[in-house]
Each structure stands twice: as structure tokens, then as C-alpha cells.
Nanobody, 122 residues
Framework: VQLQASGGGLVQAGGSLRLSCAASGISFSSYVMGWFRQAPGKEREFAAR????????YYANSMKGRFTISRDNAKNTVYLQMNSLKPEDTADYYC????????????????WGQGTQVTVSS
């Protein structure tokens, strides 16, 4: 199983980035996919998740209205569109997959990507 996250980088406050996570080795369309982030010195926190079919999404309050999670099951890829970025969004962003139920808890996710770094300058 491999989850390959990409799309991070350096962006100015107010800018946008689109993260991608390509999955292999799993039946992608059966999995809830999530995005988490971890800032230096802080615990990993939930950002967003999407149902296997893509018809249901859920966001952390701090990301709601600015971030959009989506997926393309034909491409085995989940995305995180991040708009109106703030310096406090600076973190390593991780995608994760869980089979069976939706959750914002990192501990229930079965598989994790390697992370992609997002830096937002003020």
C-alpha cells in the first residue's frame, strides 16, 4: 500500500495550493480518505475527510469554507484545495485511508502517506 502526497510548497498568505494524494495497493473507492496536518511542535490534527463515493465531506472548523476535499476514484486520487491560506496553515500535510467508517481521529486510519510540506509566508 502506498499513499503518495504531493503539491505542497511555499505560498504567500491569501494564496492557494492544491494537494494531491495518489493511492495504490488498496481498493481506493472503498476507503474513506482524510487529510491531516502537523505543525512543528504540535500534535497532528484533522483537516478534512471524504466518503468513499465522494458524496459526503467533513471539515475541521478552522478549515471550513477555505479548504475543499475531493476525490477521483478513477484516478485513485484524493485532493485538498486550500484557499485563503494563512501563516497558521503552515504544516506538513498527510493523507490517510480508513476502511469501514468515517472519523476525524488519526488513530483509526489504516494507511498514511509520507506528508507534503506547506509553508505560508505572511
Amino acid at each position: 500500500v502506498q499513499l503518495q502526497a504531493s503539491g505542497g510548497g511555499l505560498v504567500q498568505a491569501g494564496g492557494s495550493l492544491r494537494l494531491s494524494c495518489a493511492a495504490s495497493g488498496i481498493s481506493f473507492s472503498s476507503y474513506v480518505m482524510g487529510w491531516f496536518r502537523q505543525a512543528p511542535g504540535k500534535e497532528r490534527e484533522f483537516a478534512a475527510r471524504i466518503s468513499p463515493s465522494g458524496d459526503s465531506t467533513y471539515y475541521a472548523n478552522s478549515m471550513k469554507g477555505r479548504f475543499t476535499i475531493s476525490r477521483d476514484n478513477a484516478k485513485n486520487t484524493v485532493y485538498l484545495q486550500m484557499n485563503s491560506l494563512k501563516p497558521e496553515d503552515t504544516a506538513d500535510y498527510y493523507c490517510a485511508a480508513v476502511l469501514g467508517f468515517a472519523s476525524a481521529r488519526a488513530t483509526v486510519y489504516d494507511y498514511w502517506g509520507q506528508g507534503t510540506q506547506v509553508t505560508v509566508s505572511s
